[in-house]
């Protein structure tokens, strides 16, 4: 490994984000480094999704900064950041519903590389055997489940170094959530893809990643190895006892 | 046995029961329009009121309603339930093929029937009475089908709500007007730059509202449209007020024959014709035949493109298109610049056709019935709208033809009073039974395993 590789690939520092007069991130520091899955698991309202959404600069950070591949990115236009391969897989799925499922993968897909188009499609149905079935459906007939898997192969199609997914197993079936975290790990073990997962489903998303934080309240409260914190007592009082086992 | 009788009946037409519902609705209806519409009374010279018997018109009255019952038992009410009884499966790839494959057909015979159309016209009624077929039918729908697909890549592709379209059209009729009497510059320099200019004026009102959507947008538009409107009527100096602008020059035939009845190079003189200004309005048919046609392809065209495929996406989804890299504000602006740039080409045709413009002609009625159009024909479907178009306008012209209802009614009934009554009710009964416009399937712009024999690989592979 090259010290590059060692380097995180994103870094946010004293990251500050308002909604109008509130402030919902009051500070907040993360580190992804290259290769790694980091999960941020915490309450409702605690402010993960703000953290990814600041990340891709909607909204803007008004205090702090953030770092990808060197580069200082707080202050560019989504589109521009989207464009520095940093693919988001946003709350709620959101896939285009009345676009099929293949103009949705082609959504994804950035113009420049299209050369890749094919093979990348083809790497899609192998991952998410479900799509191929489903490939001139219109997005919205889609079920949740395979809804959450264009989402992210949608996502992948831009051939991303991170890849930031929010909440992808929201509202599915315990079969589909493993389904879609055993794609996750499959990524990141074959490709070295980069992941930021945000998760309300502490236990999955821990036993997943290598490295996780927990935020209350806009502040960022414990960080460890996904065991550490699956082990530690007061992350499993208040996120997973009497959760999922 | 019993199931066997039932779905038998489902099956074909129960004409029995259908005629017997007709005369059962029909004698109700007289029974109530006979003292309401049979019975009328009026004053006399010595004011004193004398009852006037109209059963007869109640009769026709009762009949219609008994008919249309009939109509509705028997046709109309069984297709509602079969359709109910249809499983909504989702369309198979076999499915999406037929139906693209029938549109395409479809597209074919009416582009050779819009093609034929002048000189069918012709051949039937003479070159003197084809004016009124080719120019108030012709003519006058296909400047409405070409601002109905303009308009529609505003709002049915991009999903951005413009109330304010007409706005583009008034710049496109000023731009050629005043250009073409105070440069002397002929139709065929003037339309691009007429186009230009309405484009211009697409980004000007982009930019202000880029933030805006729905409801928020709509509203600025239209007073976008009568902002524009009323500064033509108020800037004297520069358009002739309410008054207008007249004697705009014809098109001429790209410089070599022109129409207009003095000039040594008019048209009908060189091939030895006789006078008739059907000429100029075939020659104009042909002109918006293609101006519409250029933006139909045009549109096709940018559906496949990254550009087409982005704005629907933002019609979808706004955020969705962000967090995937597209840039939404250049996005917007090129949807309200090109959309305004085929409504400034329709403007400067209309200003040529016309010869005459006047801010009267840019009230937010046309705005309107331009969106109702677009509404109408469903969001995005380029036949829907074309079809709308034919039905609204087509429709309002048909309505002037009604003379003969004079002789059931009575003199004092005009048709064309009753327009937008009947054009209320039928949008009314368009959205109640189509809710989402004439043709509402979206025509995907991309097929996988197409031409290729793996869609039984598709069927098969039911597990994932």
Redesign the interface.
Known sequence: MSAEDNKPLLTVRGAKTYYGNIIALKGVDIDVNRGEIVTLIGANGAGKSTLMMTICGNPRAREGSIVYDGQDITRLPTHEIARLRIAQSPEGRRIFPRMTVLENLQMGASIDNMEFFDTDIQYMFDLFPRLKERINQRGGTLSGGEQQMLAIARALMARPKLLMLDEPSLGLAPLIVKQIFDAIRELNRKDGLTVFLVEQNAFHALKLAHRGYVMVNGVITMSGSGRELLENPEVRAAYLEGGAH | MNSAVKTNERAGIDFGRALKDGVIVGIIAFALLGPLVGLKTEQNMSNELIVQNRLGLAAILSVIVGVGRFLLSAFIYPRIAARGNRSKA?AT?AE?EARAKLTQGLSIVGLIFLFVYPLLIISLFGVQGSIKWVDNYGVQILIYVMLGWGLNIVIGLAGLLDLGYVAFYAVGAYSYSLLAINFHLSFWVLLPIAGMLAAFWGIILGFPVLRLRGDYLAIVTLAFGEIIRLVLINWKAFSGGSAGISSIPKVTMFGIYSFDVSAPNNFAKAFHLAASSAYYKVFLYYIILMLALLTAFITLRLRRL?IG??W??LR??E??C???????TNTKLTAFAIGAMFGGFAGSFFAARQGFVSPESFVFMESAVIVAIVVLGGMGSMIGVALAAVAMIGGTELLRELDFLKAVFGNDFNPDQYRMLIFGLAMVGIMVWKPRGFVSA?Q??????KRKTVSGD?VK????
Do not use: M, Y
């Open positions: 989702a790839l999406l990254p495929r982005a629907e996406a979808e989804d955020v969705a962000r967090s995937l890299g597209i840039n939404t979206r995907p712009t991309a097929f996988l395993f598709l592979e039911g597990h994932g």
